[in-house]
């Protein structure tokens, strides 16, 4: 009686693995973000003064000479989630590369102790900014989330990514805003 029970469940465990891997087949592969035909790309961007969730204060026009990449996010934002490991990933290789290139979070629509939250759950270690009044997201025209703005070392909007940017496409933003501004 054992042995047809035994078959039976190995059976079942190996359909539902074929089910398992049929379904993350069937998955689309990751696109990354879209580039969009902002109105501010090849402009000043806005300059940006806010308070970090640590408490510091943080200066776009201050940034000038570098890249700054301005990730907006909200802990309530599935696709943030989703992107959150792609910009762990570039803040890290930006790190370890010494590029001169910045990586601030932007808080969009959410309390600063949501996005804490949301920071410390994904290991976010770059600069958070809060955005109480929606300033910040108003001036760069973010409506829907996730989107990056990228700011060349000039101060000039390079591009703006809307949706989920993977590691690559945020590696080539940098780069492509480095060269753009010499």
């Known amino acids: 009686m054992r042995a047809p029970r035994v078959r039976l469940t190995a059976l079942v465990a190996c359909a539902l693995l074929a089910g398992v891997l049929a379904f993350l087949a069937s998955r689309p592969v990751e696109q990354g973000a879209t580039p969009v035909d902002s109105r501010l790309i090849g402009t000043v961007a806005p300059d940006v003064v806010a308070r970090t969730l640590a ?9 000038r000479g570098r ?3 301005l990730s907006f ?11 959150a490991p792609n910009l762990v990933a570039f803040a890290w290789h930006q790190h370890v590369t010494r590029s ?3 990586l601030l979070g932007v808080v969009f629509s959410d309390s600063p102790v949501a996005a804490s939250s949301f920071a410390h759950s994904y290991g976010l270690t770059y600069p958070i900014l809060e955005d109480p009044g929606g300033t910040i997201a108003n001036d760069f025209g973010v409506a829907a989330l996730p989107v990056t703005v990228v700011v ?3 101060g000039r909007v390079d591009e703006v990514l809307q949706g989920t940017a993977t590691t690559a496409q945020l590696d080539t933003a940098a780069s492509q805003a480095t060269r753009s501004a010499t």
């Open 152 to 154: 060349d070392a000039r």
């Open 55 to 63: 408490g510091d204060h943080v200066s776009l026009s201050a940034l």
């Open 100 to 102: 001169t290139a910045v």
């Open 67 to 69: 890249v700054v990449v």
């Open 73 to 83: 996010f909200a802990s309530w934002c599935a696709p943030c989630r989703a992107e």
